[in-house]
């Protein structure tokens, strides 16, 4: 046994770009898991300079000089910021309160509903009925309860978002304007001799800029699209669902199944068994469908290479970990794991002493 583990670890830790390979790792995770609240807004900057960044290559190319790239690509962003916060998330917002505000009407409509299922199917007793009204109104009950502490909670953050509202777009100018001197300064702290690093870097590089940054337009794509679809069929709450609809295909497989219920139970509630609602599932279904087979493939080609089991299991781990984020780039972590496995150096002769232990 033991020599099975000396002979394991000297073939995977005893070259030096291993070592350093493994310190990278585990700096890099314990900076996260440790300071990754009080670090958020760097953070979140240097995702969005990220982002930025291929745009700004691609002015370059144009022969606009950086600075100038910078300027621009960062006042489109600075605008779409300013026409998420003062356009989209009020009307948001907005059409919240008005679900919350029609819930016991719409609720009231389902038990009644409800009552009417042990007349037409035998195996159903009004019994049956009754509790699971009784849960669902618990349930709705203690969500509102929900809703209610975390508006009374996010009213004491507001200073804090504030906060972040000016840091975070201040970070990615100076991220996206001063990456040259960034990168050389962080370059620097490496040892010259780091070639497994800088396989895995160069592998990411190209991986998670372009799954990140086709990830972006997926999200735009679909909600915008949702979005025009919902306003011609007059579905309520359109830009909600249009929202959540967008923000599904965050989550592979998992988010396109969870979002169909909310879609469902609108359209159900606002048309019921109707013409309408039959025209709003295929629609919906329409969209899936090309989202699916037409969007993801010409976004993303063949970019990321990962069976669905190892996309599963990496939403559940990072989405576990660092909830939202850690599922938003489940799928790059789980690309960046595949390349440090491929890049690990590894030593293919036995250790001098193996035979002795």
Known sequence: MIALISRWYYRYFSDPQAVLLTLILVLGTTIILTMGNMLAPALAAIVIAYLLEGIVRYLEKTRIKRLGAVMLVFSV??????????????????????????????????????????EHYSFISEQNVKEFSTLLNNEIASMGQHILSVSLASVGSLVTVLIYLVLVPLLVFFFLKDKALITRWFSGLLPRDRQAASQVWHEMDAQLGNYVRGKFWEILIVGSVS??????????YSILMAVIVGLSVIVPYIGATVVTFPIIVVGYFQWGWGSEFAVLVVVYGIIQALDGNVLVPLLFSSVVNLHPISIIVSIL????????????????????VNAVLAAWPKVQTEPPDATAI
């Open 227 to 236: 979005f025009i679809a919902f306003t011609i069929l007059g579905l309520k």
């Open 77 to 118: 962003f600075s605008t779409f910021v300013f026409f998420l916060l003062f356009g989209v998330i009020p009307l948001i917002s907005i059409q919240i309160t008005a679900l919350i505000t029609e819930l016991p009407q719409h609720l009231t409509v389902a038990q009644n509903a409800l009552m009417t299922l042990p």
């Open 317 to 336: 781990v990072f989405g576990g970990l660092w909830g939202f984020w850690g599922v938003f780039f489940a799928i790059p972590l789980a690309t960046l």
